[in-house]
């Protein structure tokens, strides 16, 4: 073969070599950049250009690959092309060791070179001159037949899988979904087993008999590899219902389509006949359980209903080890938890140490409308969401499949052509409650992302896929108040974590990920011992003459925002019960009497109609006893906690009709009353040095506190990230006794600095004291002076400076600095080229797709005649992809053309 290159001139003209060669501007290095013309960063053979450094044979070609793709991917043949003048002058400078080859046009030659790595740093070299328009290798890499978005799936009830694809008539995008058809072209789950640990699962469905066979399946109930669920009542259906969500097969024209329809499905069955999970040294060899076969697991099942803090056993704690540090050959299982269904009850992920485990991925609930669901609970160690049912909020459930015929949740028998209906569980009209909901139907479609992800690339360790998975994901509902930016620039919640993932973005980053470096931990422990002050949650109120029993005013909290910080202090408003509004109360707190009809009126109500109208804060007061027949708190100086106010844009806190009174009687004869809300907390500083990447970060904490319930826990990053690891509930035990929470709130932050640990006593009466407290920080070590998470070594080689940080994107490409140091890309040039992608979306209506960018807008331009296109369209620009649907009867056999313009 011979090795070519091209270089393209502007102009034609002579060009001094003089200074450095190109071998040593490259020496000791494997990286390259060329010009194609667009930027392009390359990777070589490592120890191809070790044995060249050497003196070795040269090689006519070597492998290599763009700096975020695996190197088994392409290889290279390497020639060589330049400006004549070039080339005629090539023998005045033999530092160049370059002979024409051949001569292609005015302004494009090829020169030889003796092998391929010198043709890789010549290439280099000319890349960097201004003159130069474009200089890089000729390339050899993998045909690929596959289109950008899948042809429609044939199964039958495929349109009710909104959760897979929503999408309006058109085309256009109606909200939460997988867009799981931008990653079936590259990856279906082929070659990747999921286990579902389960109550069993109905492995003769015609869903799921292709995809269960020879896998391992066993049963740790009675030691057989019998897995048929022990019986056929709808609680016996749940293994299979969820099994079809993550892999039910796609394309053979009956039922419905898995996330991942050629994953292979191992049914594990951890239920007795009592209902009962198996032994905790069952469960211990179930984790661990063909760890080389199995790549994904999925455990949509937790513990029941508990308020209470309820750790993992130390035998499944190692089960669960094992299974993460020496499955997949050292890679490591991928791990799918949902995150519980008791957020009614404020139970917490963040309490139960299954989901909070910092090797499992914990899934939460997403309704259709991007909103976390109403059971899905709430926590910092929640990293991802998924779509779900809602029958709270009238939203019904997801179409999956079920035991057969009678049996499971489904018993009813319909005629053609839906005679097989029953063996699915399905949204039935009018019915909330049908179809299949719950953080349990969640978690197996992440499981079902992973075996995408791990089928796509299967180098790829547990922690890859994780930060691919974050990478990929974005949040729909941005009037949730928690949703917040941590400080490397990512949207994050302690409702659904990083947020809904996109499959095709998923799939995209696997195939050119770098596997991260190896994790590094970071201990920092405080042993003094600290009172926590009782009832620290206050109301304080300011200005001339004020009582004394005003100043401070004991308070119990709403669920949603926390005056973590102090509020501003303001002047207050009266507003009573009143919901409609008038007056603008702006910079200005509101007081709010507490509704008194027998069916009470939200407290979410009038807390958000005094936000809307401006207010800052609110202050909430009971009610008089006299006056009421609400039964459902006592009024008076009763302090009740304040329910279903989760999404209050802004902080409420709930105090007694006595202070109430008083307080409005103050307000009206003393204009200089201010008022704000505070707490009072014990706070640990932890210092931290080292300079890690972060990934998890726990907090270990000790308290002799005798009611668990009335505090409230929160670790403030160096950054000003705050994970909100323990909030007011109604856990009446002890502590935390000794508890390590978990947070993935931090992720990509940079560990140096000052962490801030806050505890607060929410609720007077009952007292105690921290006895420890620790900082647990997992990372990357890197060199970061500065301490924005970013390598000074890589901003140092791409921008020459420390000055940028994690959030800025100084090439405008809709990918921040941290994204592109995380991805292997360059920060100063789109890495991705501007390329269209032509699919059939349906029958009747064709799909256009190129990298976009919410900065731009696009002209679409079509027609026969590539002469004279007309223009067809007008679409504002998405990132990472923008979409054109083209009205029915268009052509996939015409020529179209984007032009971008940038929105002022």
Known sequence: MRRIARVIYCNIFLISFLGQTALEVCAQTNHF??????????????????????????????????????????????????????????????????????????????????????????????????????????MQVPVSHNGTYATQPNDQYIFYQWNLEHRNGDGTSAGVDLNVRAAWPYSSGEGVTIAVGDCGIELNHPELVNRATGAPHFNFSNGSTNVTPFGSSLYWAHGTEVAGLALAEANNSIGVAGVAPKARLASWVIQNTN???????????????????????????????????????????????NAVTFGRNGKGIVMVRSAGNDRQIQASTDDDGYPSNPQVIAVSAVRIGGRVASYSEFGASILLAAPSGDPSNNEQGLFTTDLLGLGGAN??????????????????????????????????????????????????????????????????????????????????????????????????LARNWISRPPLSHVTVVATNQCEIPDAGLRVLISGTNIPATLTSIMALPSIGPHADAPTLNLPLVDIGQSIILSGNFTNK?????????????????????????????????NYDPAYSTNSNCSGGDTLCAMAATDFVPIPAVFIGRTDGQNLIGIIKTNPTVLGQISLNSTNYSFNVTETLLCEHVGVRIKTDHPLRGDLRI??????????????????????????????THHFFESSAGTWT????????????????????????????????????????AHFGTLAYGPKDDPDKDGYNNMREQIMGTNPLAADIPFTMSLAKWSSNIIRLSWPGNANYSYQVWGGTNVDSLNRIGNVPGKFPETEWFAPSGSSLNQYYRIIASQVP
Not at 608 to 613: C, F
């Open 33 to 138: 950049q060329f010009k194609r013309p667009q930027s392009m960063a390359l990777q070589l053979d490592e120890g191809e250009v070790s044995r060249f450094s050497l003196k070795s044979a040269p090689k006519a070609w070597v492998k290599a690959w763009p700096q975020m793709v695996p190197p088994t991917l392409l290889n290279w043949e390497v020639e060589w092309s330049f400006n004549s003048k070039m080339a005629r002058t090539s023998e005045t400078y033999p530092s160049h060791p370059l002979q024409l080859s051949r001569s292609v046009a005015t302004n494009l030659f090829i020169l030889q070179a003796p092998d391929a790595i010198t043709a890789a740093q010549e290439a280099h070299y000319l890349a960097g001159l201004p003159e130069v328009q474009a200089a890089y290798p000729v």
């Open 275 to 321: 209902l009962l999970l198996v032994t905790d040294e069952q469960l211990m060899d179930m984790y661990q359980y063909e760890s080389n076969k199995v790549s994904v697991q999925n455990h949509s099942w937790g513990i029941d209903g508990l308020e209470t803090q309820q750790g993992i056993g130390p035998l499944q704690e190692i089960g669960i080890s």
């Open 411 to 508: 018993a009813v028998s319909n005629g053609p052509p839906n005679a097989d209906l029953w063996d699915y569980v399905y949204p039935a009209t009018g019915v909330p409650e049908s179809g299949f909901y719950g953080t349990s139907a969640s978690a197996p479609q992440i499981a079902g992302v992973a075996a995408l992800i791990l089928s796509a690339n299967t180098n790829l360790t547990y922690r890859d896929v994780q930060q691919i998975l974050i990478l990929s994901a974005r949040h729909f509902d941005f009037a949730d108040p928690d949703l917040r930016t941590n400080g490397a620039g990512f949207a994050v919640s302690h409702n659904l974590g990083f947020g809904i993932p996109d499959a095709g973005v998923a799939v995209n």
């Open 589 to 621: 707190g509101v007081l709010i009497e507490r509704s008194t009809r027998s069916s009470p009126l939200p407290f979410s109500l009038s807390i958000g109609q005094a936000a809307k109208a401006g207010a800052a804060f609110a202050v909430v007061y």
């Open 714 to 743: 929160t670790l403030v990053s160096p950054q000003g990230t705050r994970s909100i690891l323990q909030r007011y509930n109604r856990d009446e035990n002890p502590g935390p006794v000794d508890w390590t929470y978990y947070s």
């Open 757 to 796: 640990l806050y505890i607060t006593d929410e609720s007077p009466g009952a007292t105690g004291s921290v006895l420890s407290a620790g900082l647990i920080i997992d990372g990357v070590p890197i060199n970061d002076s500065d301490h924005d998470g970013l390598d000074d070594d890589w901003e140092m």
